[in-house]
């Protein structure tokens, strides 16, 4: 079946950097991506990869890791106005290339 | 600002009713799709089109129903109207339907 993993929620501090992991199952995998959702408002693209290894974009970074079905989304120097929810999604080739999303992760940055 | 634009931004209405939710893509975009997400859920796809076609369909229930217009603008109307149909609904577009899926802004439905 299909099925994509994340923490539920995390906490981390400003300034500090902070690792969300998102495992999934899927029956034709086609590439993974992160949104980021401030609460109330439309997901914002954040990343995208497809093939293995790490993909930096300034403060954020994605990885993945096809074998184990594994990516995480690196976050450094850490902004109050990081505080917002963080979707994995995987598209599948199974699925006729729809997105399958992860409930998300609720990351709340203290200052 | 992803380009995707969607009226209304708000809507309060009754058990009962039907309303009608319109999105227009991003310039260029033949793919658009409609999501449900109810209060501190993760995202529900309801259904695909392109380029004016049905192209996949998921936990819409019977009572939705959505199309795209020549223009490629949609809509997406939602009948008999529930409580727990109050929820954001967004739609997204992107180019054909494999790449990227940019969001517009949302509408925010209550059913009284």
């Known amino acids: 079946g299909q099925n994509i993993d994340q923490p539920t929620e995390m906490t981390a501090t400003e300034g500090a950097i902070v690792q969300i992991n998102c495992t999934y199952q899927?029956?034709?995998?086609?590439?993974l991506f992160w949104y980021q959702q401030h609460a109330g408002e439309a997901p914002t693209f954040l990343s995208y990869?497809?093939l293995d290894g790490l993909e930096e974009k300034g403060r954020f970074s994605s990885f993945l890791s096809r074998s184990k079905g594994y990516s995480y989304l690196l976050l450094k120097e850490l902004q109050m106005k990081d505080s917002a929810s963080y979707l994995c999604?995987?598209?599948?080739?199974?699925?006729?290339?729809?997105?399958?999303w992860g409930a998300g992760t609720k990351l709340i940055i203290k200052p | 600002d992803s380009g995707v634009t969607q009226t209304p931004k708000h809507l309060i209405t009754a058990t009962g009713q039907r309303v009608t939710l319109r999105c227009s893509p991003r310039?260029?975009?033949?793919?658009v799709y409609w999501y449900q997400q109810s209060l501190d859920q993760g995202l529900q796809f309801l259904i695909q089109?392109?380029?004016?076609?049905?192209?996949a369909k998921g936990n819409i229930l019977e009572r939705f129903s959505a199309q795209q217009f020549p223009d490629l603008h949609s809509e997406l109307n939602l009948s008999s109207l529930e409580l727990g149909d109050s929820a954001l609904y967004f739609c997204?577009?992107?180019?054909?339907?494999?790449?990227?899926?940019?969001f517009g802004p949302g509408t925010r439905l209550l059913v009284l």
């Open positions: 997204a577009s992107s180019l054909r339907g494999e790449e990227t899926q940019y």
């Open positions: 310039s260029g975009d033949l793919s």
């Open positions: 089109y392109y380029n004016g076609e049905e192209r």
């Open positions: 899927t029956s034709g995998f086609n590439g």
């Open positions: 990869n497809v």
């Open positions: 999604a995987v598209r599948d080739q199974g699925s006729n290339y729809q997105l399958i």
